[in-house]
């Protein structure tokens, strides 16, 4: 890479297939993005796809892909099982390999839906870096949430100072005690091509392979990084055509109505008191598929989502609208008569308006932000008493696509509303593709932020920062793949299933 191109924030990324669920990320990533350059496509089955037109061809083997000069990144976008193939692939041949080290390779991105079979050697020791993508934590209400509830734990207190939240600093969680998640598909999950568990033919893509890794990642970070401990599933089958075998994953995992309930690892305050550990539920749902339909629309285009999270201090909501974040106190404020005309004044905060400051943090729940530029800004308080710093942490790069304006509301039963207003947002990208750019998709949105902070995991030198807020490490995905398969167990079962043995409770 260039000095001049990684100065300016690009990343260098090739292509590597068009599955049809991540159709939608390919698109948004072929649209003109000035932080991610596709340098080029390869594909195992040969080059038939139009939507790859005007890419450059890369040939030769995967092996050969790895080599090509001034790559960040490579974006595996195949099917879950050809994923596996190729992952695996490296690992058998390593040793070959090793002979032609490469100094500093690109990381390759495994982009969902992705196979829950991989072991943590082969991850960690196919030889270049692997990661998994969260498109999830790029969801502005979630990010927005995510980096409060961070901050608040930060051990240093300069550090909350630089790095400090946009949401009110007196918007307390405390302890966790529950997460609860909703998503609803507007439209119907639609029987795809690829298979799941690297197991031959044709399943329906359910909505725990599609979704459930997301969510399951969402639930670690918004706890504080509390692992699911064990899990029960409840999930309805669409498509009994599928096979004859009771037992195969593909009977259990291509639903359209899915109830998931587990027990979160008890926290040290649990244990200290004999308080009981808290609890997570998951409700996936979508469309009844229609009969005989010949409709071609994605089911990722589009979805809500709604997250409640209570604590021992307060209660944090996420609407599906995806634009508003609520938190209600669990004891009254005794500031609240003071503070009321204030906030009912709307005062907007602004993310993305002043200096840059280099920033390193520790691990929090699990996750790194590494060495980043964050935004810094101050604004006066309407009939205020003084002046707040305002930035997000995940803001880590300059984009074109403007962060958000938050409006602190209060409302009644003690309840205060940020509202994220999205009307700075450039659109242009999304009209491209989206039949009503007025209310893009919120998957769309959140592959774009994410595409727009993965520039600044690249320095100068092409050495990569740490990229643990947008990527799973392998660490971290045997985590969420004991609890799909688990999940998995549990649905067969109908019974709970202890997510780390695999065996009924």
Same mark, same amino acid.
């Given at each position: 890479?260039? *000095?001049?191109?990684? %100065?300016?924030?690009?990343? +260098? =990324?090739?292509?590597?297939?068009?599955? &049809?669920?991540?159709? @939608?990320? /390919?698109?948004?990533?072929?649209?003109?993005?000035?932080?991610?350059?596709?340098?080029?496509?390869?594909?195992?089955?040969?080059?038939?796809?139009?939507?790859?037109?005007?890419?450059?061809?890369?040939?030769?083997?995967?092996?050969?892909?790895?080599?090509?000069?001034?790559?960040?990144?490579?974006?595996?976008?195949?099917?879950?099982?050809?994923?596996?193939? *190729?992952?695996?692939? %490296?690992?058998?041949?390593? +040793? =070959?390999?090793?002979?032609?080290?490469? &100094?500093?390779?690109? @990381?390759? /991105?495994?982009?969902?839906?992705?196979?829950?079979?991989?072991?943590?050697?082969?991850?960690?020791?196919?030889?270049?870096?692997?990661?998994?993508?969260?498109?999830?934590?790029?969801?502005?209400?979630?990010?927005?949430?995510?980096?409060?509830?961070?901050?608040?734990?930060?051990?240093?207190?300069?550090?909350?100072?630089?790095?400090?939240?946009?949401?009110?600093?007196?918007?307390? %969680?405390?302890?966790?005690?529950?997460?609860?998640?909703?998503?609803?598909?507007?439209?119907?999950?639609?029987?795809?091509?690829?298979?799941?568990?690297?197991?031959?033919?044709?399943?329906?893509?359910?909505?725990?392979?599609?979704?459930?890794?997301?969510?399951?990642?969402?639930?670690?970070?918004?706890?504080?990084?509390?692992?699911?401990?064990?899990?029960?599933?409840?999930?309805?089958?669409?498509?009994?055509?599928?096979?004859?075998?009771?037992?195969?994953?593909?009977?259990?995992?291509?639903?359209?109505?899915?109830?998931?309930?587990?027990?979160?690892?008890?926290?040290?305050?649990?244990?200290?008191?004999?308080?009981?550990?808290?609890?997570?539920?998951?409700?996936?749902?979508?469309?009844?598929?229609?009969?005989?339909?010949?409709?071609?629309?994605?089911?990722?285009?589009?979805?809500?989502?709604?997250?409640?999270?209570?604590?021992?201090?307060?209660?944090?909501?996420?609407?599906?609208?995806?634009?508003?974040?609520?938190?209600?106190?669990?004891?009254?404020?005794?500031?609240?008569?003071?503070?009321?005309?204030?906030?009912?004044?709307?005062?907007?905060?602004?993310?993305?308006?002043?200096?840059?400051?280099?920033?390193?943090?520790?691990?929090?729940?699990?996750?790194?932000?590494?060495?980043?530029?964050?935004?810094?800004?101050?604004?006066?308080?309407?009939?205020?008493?003084?002046?707040?710093?305002?930035?997000?942490?995940?803001?880590?790069?300059?984009?074109?696509?403007?962060?958000?304006?938050?409006?602190?509301?209060?409302?009644?039963?003690?309840?205060?509303?940020?509202?994220?207003?999205?009307?700075?947002?450039?659109?242009?990208?999304?009209?491209?593709?989206?039949?009503?750019?007025?209310?893009?998709?919120?998957?769309?949105?959140?592959?774009?932020?994410?595409?727009?902070?993965?520039?600044?995991?690249?320095?100068?030198?092409?050495?990569?920062?740490?990229?643990?807020?947008?990527?799973?490490?392998?660490?971290?995905?045997?985590?969420?793949?004991?609890?799909?398969?688990?999940?998995?167990?549990?649905?067969?079962?109908?019974?709970?299933?202890?997510?780390?043995?695999?065996?009924?409770?």
């Amino acid at each position: 890479m260039s *000095l001049s191109s990684t %100065l300016s924030g690009v990343a +260098n =990324t090739v292509l590597c297939g068009t599955s &049809s669920v991540t159709a @939608v990320f /390919v698109k948004s990533a072929l649209l003109p993005n000035q932080n991610v350059k596709i340098s080029g496509f390869w594909n195992d089955s040969g080059f038939t796809d139009n939507e790859i037109n005007g890419l450059r061809r890369v040939g030769g083997s995967f092996e050969d892909v790895l080599k090509e000069p001034d790559c960040d990144f490579i974006f595996l976008c195949h099917s879950p099982q050809v994923q596996f193939k *190729l992952i695996r692939s %490296l690992y058998l041949h390593r +040793n =070959t390999a090793n002979s032609n080290k490469i &100094s500093k390779p690109p @990381v390759v /991105v495994l982009i969902p839906p992705v196979s829950p079979c991989y072991d943590l050697d082969t991850l960690l020791y196919c030889g270049p870096p692997v990661r998994i993508a969260m498109p999830l934590r790029k969801l502005f209400p979630v990010s927005l949430l995510a980096n409060h509830l961070k901050q608040s734990c930060v051990e240093k207190p300069l550090d909350s100072v630089r790095n400090a939240s946009s949401l009110p600093p007196h918007w307390s %969680l405390g302890v966790p005690r529950s997460f609860h998640a909703r998503l609803s598909v507007t439209s119907s999950v639609k029987p795809g091509s690829y298979s799941w568990l690297c197991e031959p033919g044709v399943m329906g893509g359910g909505l725990i392979n599609l979704y459930g890794a997301g969510l399951i990642d969402l639930a670690f970070i918004l706890t504080g990084g509390l692992k699911l401990t064990s899990v029960n599933c409840v999930s309805r089958v669409f498509d009994w055509k599928l096979t004859g075998d009771p037992s195969c994953i593909r009977r259990t995992s291509a639903e359209d109505y899915v109830v998931i309930t587990g027990e979160l690892e008890p926290n040290e305050c649990d244990a200290y008191f004999g308080a009981g550990a808290s609890v997570a539920v998951f409700c996936l749902s979508s469309e009844l598929p229609p009969l005989n339909s010949i409709d071609g629309s994605d089911p990722l285009e589009d979805f809500r989502l709604n997250i409640e999270l209570v604590g021992s201090s307060g209660r944090f909501v996420i609407s599906e609208q995806g634009n508003q974040i609520s938190w209600t106190p669990i004891k009254p404020l005794y500031s609240r008569a003071g503070t009321t005309e204030m906030l009912n004044n709307a005062t907007t905060v602004s993310e993305n308006e002043s200096l840059s400051l280099a920033v390193k943090n520790k691990s929090v729940n699990g996750l790194q932000n590494g060495d980043s530029n964050s935004f810094v800004n101050q604004f006066s308080l309407v009939n205020g008493s003084g002046n707040a710093n305002q930035c997000d942490s995940d803001n880590v790069w300059p984009s074109t696509h403007s962060n958000p304006l938050v409006s602190i509301t209060a409302v009644s039963h003690n309840t205060e509303v940020a509202t994220l207003s999205t009307k700075t947002f450039n659109l242009d990208s999304e009209s491209k593709t989206d039949s009503n750019p007025a209310h893009p998709h919120p998957l769309r949105l959140a592959w774009s932020h994410w595409l727009s902070h993965l520039a600044s995991c690249v320095q100068p030198d092409r050495t990569k920062l740490n990229m643990d807020t947008l990527l799973a490490t392998p660490e971290h995905w045997i985590y969420v793949q004991q609890v799909l398969t688990a999940l998995e167990k549990s649905a067969r079962l109908r019974s709970w299933v202890d997510v780390v043995t695999g065996e009924r409770v």
